[in-house]
């Protein structure tokens, strides 16, 4: 379990995290989305106790992570995947890690195994590709057996096959029982990756949603098609439903489907299609997000 209670991080002018507060529970896999500086790799930071919180504490397991008596085996954490010495194999990177925190060699063999790489073990990390580097960081975050893993950007420059696989780890790992947090800046990953989502922007708090919870609330409408839309589109507003004629269908809200198929057949108008019509949820966090965007290109700036 993960506790984040009113962080604020500031940096001279800068305010990196702004009075945030968020649970991530067990046993799901929990998105930490936000643009490019929204404050996610400073919160995993604090997280992890590699900066200090202006105000406010954020908790691992219910302590901060210095008071952890067992870090390691407690946490798990990928926050940098380049930061190995390239001329180190990853057995001796792990081993290393290992070592340090007395876990045994055989737990070594086993993350290798777990994360694909046992083949190439003894391979220098310098020669090893972004995908790979990603998980021999995983497997040295997975050595303690952690219950809580911290992922920061873990997709980042994977390729599809990379990107389900860590799909995969994640959900079995979070199936188990643990608590995952993943950052990302891109919806379409998470989408695909995560049961619920903590949204920020600008270290502020926008979304703390399950997948499912966003794709309804940014539901807009039931488009209906009919060979007589004009007519319907009378029927329907009569009823009090906001309609919008577009090209080939009718945008309705305000009724439900049961409802307008009740008025059409009333009339005896024929319906072609009435489905409710969901944004994407690439579009649900455009719109969450586009107020707070530091970086937003602006169009016809170009110089
Ligand atoms: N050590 C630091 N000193 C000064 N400012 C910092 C420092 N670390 C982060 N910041 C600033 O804090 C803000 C949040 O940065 P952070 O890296 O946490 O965002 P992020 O959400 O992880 O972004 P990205 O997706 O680009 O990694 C940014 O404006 C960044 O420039």
């Known amino acids: 379990m993960i506790d984040i209670r009113g962080l604020v991080k500031r940096y001279r002018a800068t305010t ?45 397991k219910g302590e901060r992570y210095p008071r952890l008596s067992e870090p390691t085996r407690s946490v798990g954490a990928l926050l940098d995947a380049g930061d190995v010495h390239p001329g180190r194999s990853a057995l001796s990177h792990l ?18 195994e777990q994360v694909g790489l046992a083949g190439v073990a003894r391979k220098r990390v310098g020669k090893f590709s972004l995908g790979m580097k990603q998980r021999l960081g995983i497997a040295a975050a997975l050595l303690g057996d952690p219950d809580v893993l911290i992922l920061d950007e873990p997709v980042n420059g994977l390729d599809p096959d990379g990107v389900r696989w860590i799909r995969e780890l994640t959900r079995g790992l979070a199936d188990e029982g643990r608590t995952i947090l993943i950052s990302s800046h891109l919806m379409s990953e998470m989408e695909l990756t995560a049961d619920r989502l903590i949204i920020i922007a600008r270290g502020k708090l926008i ?20 060979p007589r839309a004009d007519e319907l589109a009378q029927v329907l507003e009569a009823e009090g439903a906001a309609v919008a004629r577009e090209a ?27 489905a409710p019509r969901r944004t994407t949820l690439e579009d649900a966090y455009m719109a969450l997000t586009s107020d707070s965007l530091q970086f937003a290109a602006r169009p016809g700036r170009n110089p």
């Open 16 to 60: 990196a995290v702004d009075d945030l507060s968020f649970t991530v529970e067990p046993g799901s896999v929990t998105g930490f989305l936000g643009p490019n500086g929204a404050g996610k790799t400073t919160t995993m930071r604090i997280l992890l106790g590699l900066a200090a919180a202006t105000e406010g504490e954020a908790l691992v």
């Open 95 to 112: 081993r290393a890690i290992a070592y340090a925190n007395r876990i045994g060699d055989e737990r070594v063999s086993a993350v290798l």
């Open 207 to 226: 979304a703390d949603t399950s997948v499912s919870e966003l794709a309804e609330r940014f539901q807009r409408g039931i488009s209906v098609r009919s």
């Open 248 to 274: 080939d269908a009718l945008l309705v809200n305000g009724l439900d489907v049961a409802a307008i198929g009740d008025l059409a057949a009333g009339k005896g108008i024929a319906l072609h299609e009435v």
